[in-house]
T-cell receptor
Framework: QKEVEQDPGPLSVPEGAIVSLNCTYS??????FMWYRQYSRKGPELLMY????GNKEDGRFTAQVDKSSKYISLFIRDSQPSDSATYLC????????????FGTGTRLKVLA | NAGVTQTPKFQVLKTGQSMTLQCAQD?????MYWYRQDPGMGLRLIYY???????DKGEVPNGYNVSRLNKREFSLRLESAAPSQTSVYFC?????????????FGPGTRLLVL
């Protein structure tokens, strides 16, 4: 079993839809949770960062962490064609371990 | 402020050839990383450098070597390239700011080994 599982998609939604992207994990020691967006033929760019449990909102994006279920989510409201990309979740243990574990990514297409 | 830069952007090698991928960051980060990204496999850590002067193996280190030349630069070397090393390679650096610990990625190097 992989430490981090992510549905690869592709996920196609109409413009304006609410998108929900998810990852599950098995390592209860993970404390830092991140979402990266990767456009085609580009490097991943940090979208959201959350420490431990709870929600974090930034514009149209909301990240949720449920440590009891070992489940993290990224919600995109009012999705736009420019949101079409691959979304990668990433996790790490507390500072000092240096290693990050990435999901395989979910490909999202927002149709105009 | 260029962030993380990588050279070359694209490279074609023949089996057995060697090459070095270069990475530099101007954000004064201590930690730097090399990943490879393959379809369906996600990002896999090859090597990392927690600080200047130290390097450690990641998940898939075989066939690679690294050098942390100084705080800014971290290079990845393929001594004898194999077709299985065809991939997209990303360099990243990590900030240690409290409550904002995360990695920043370069644009990638696409490597094709024939």
């Amino acid at each position: 079993q992989k430490e981090v599982e992510q549905d690869p998609g592709p996920l196609s939604v109409p413009e304006g839809a609410i998108v929900s992207l998810n990852c599950t994990y098995s390592n209860s020691a993970f404390q830092y949770f991140m979402w990266y967006r990767q456009y085609s033929r580009k490097g991943p760019e940090l979208l959201m960062y959350t420490y431990s449990s709870g929600n974090k909102e930034d514009g149209r994006f909301t990240a949720q962490v449920d440590k009891s279920s070992k489940y993290i989510s990224l919600f995109i409201r009012d999705s736009q064609p420019s949101d079409s990309a691959t979304y990668l979740c990433a996790m790490s243990e507390p500072s000092g371990t240096y290693k990050y574990i990435f999901g395989t990514g979910t490909r999202l297409k927002v149709l105009a | 402020n260029a962030g993380v830069t990588q050279t070359p952007k694209f490279q074609v090698l023949k089996t057995g050839q060697s090459m070095t991928l270069q990475c530099a960051q101007d954000m004064n980060h201590n930690s730097m990383y090399w990943y490879r990204q393959d379809p369906g496999m996600g990002l896999r850590l090859i090597y990392y450098s927690a600080s200047e002067g130290t390097t450690d193996k990641g998940e898939v280190p075989n066939g690679y070597n690294v050098s942390r030349l100084n705080k800014r630069e971290f290079s990845l070397r393929l001594e004898s390239a194999a077709p299985s090393q065809t991939s997209v390679y990303f360099c990243a650096s990590r900030t240690l700011q409290v409550a904002q610990e995360t990695q920043y990625f370069g644009p990638g190097t696409r490597l094709l080994v024939l």
